[in-house]
């Protein structure tokens, strides 16, 4: 079992930068990827970016060139970190694992809130 805690979210200017984090703990070899999602109020979750345990990242059309997913192993933790930041990035942040090969549950998620 791997836990996630999500924080880092907050409100913040159009072209603003937040930092969001996710810390893991419990089974953390076993994960292979992980990533965050959002959920833009009214819409869908939708994935964000991916960051494999080789390193490879994979990001939405939306975020690409602005967002950036690291991570720090010796914190078994992942980053996001969000730059030139819009309206429409407002959303529920989450972030999930693949261990053992399945997604694990969501989380409470942190909030993003981006003024115009």
């Known amino acids: 079992q791997v836990q996630l805690v999500e924080s880092g979210g907050g409100l913040v200017q159009a072209g603003g930068s937040l930092r969001l984090s996710c810390a893991a703990s419990?089974?953390?070899?076993?994960?292979?990827?992980m990533a965050w999602y959002r959920q833009p109020p009214g819409k869908r979750r939708e994935l964000v970016a991916t960051?494999?345990?080789?390193?490879?990242?994979n990001y939405a059309d939306s975020v690409k060139g602005r967002f950036t997913i690291s991570r720090d192993n010796a914190k078994n933790t992942v980053y996001l970190q969000m730059n030139s930041l819009k309206p429409e990035d407002t959303a529920v942040y989450y972030c999930n694992a693949v261990y053992f090969g399945y997604w694990g549950s969501w989380g409470q998620g942190t909030q993003v809130t981006v003024s115009s």
């Open positions: 960051i494999t345990s080789g390193g490879s990242r």
């Open positions: 419990g089974s953390i070899s076993s994960i292979s990827v």
